[in-house]
């Protein structure tokens, strides 16, 4: 069973930056998508960015010019830059690799902006 892992959370202050990871355990084939998501409690999952496979990359607005995303096709990894970092950008960031036939999930990674 391929797992999806994050890596990269933690607490960080307002403006402040951090970097995000997320590895498949195993080589998937035909990922076409890769994509961050985010929940803050109370909240539903949102996107925040994803990035296709001919590069095409879509960021939530609320995020547009701060958060970065990028991805190694060869290692199966997306990161995800985020610089600036607000209160309001507190909650568990998920990745997730889409295929035709499946989607990964990772179990999450927890980010915390607060002074």
């Known amino acids: 069973q391929v797992q999806v892992v994050e890596s990269g959370g933690g607490l960080v202050q307002p403006g402040g930056s951090l970097r995000l990871s997320c590895t498949a355990s195993?080589?998937?084939?035909?990922?076409?998508?890769m994509g961050w998501y985010r929940q803050a409690p109370g909240n539903e999952r949102e996107l925040v960015a994803a990035?296709?496979?001919?590069?095409?990359?879509r960021y939530a607005d609320s995020v547009q010019g701060r958060f970065s995303i990028s991805r190694e096709n060869a290692k199966n990894t997306v990161y995800l830059q985020m610089n600036n970092l607000k209160p309001e950008d507190t909650g568990v960031y998920f990745c997730?690799?889409?295929?035709?036939?499946?989607?990964?999930w990772g179990q999450g990674t927890q980010v915390t902006v607060s002074s």
């Open positions: 195993a080589r998937i084939l035909g990922i076409y998508v």
């Open positions: 990035i296709v496979s001919g590069g095409t990359i």
């Open positions: 997730k690799m889409t295929t035709r036939a499946y989607d990964y």
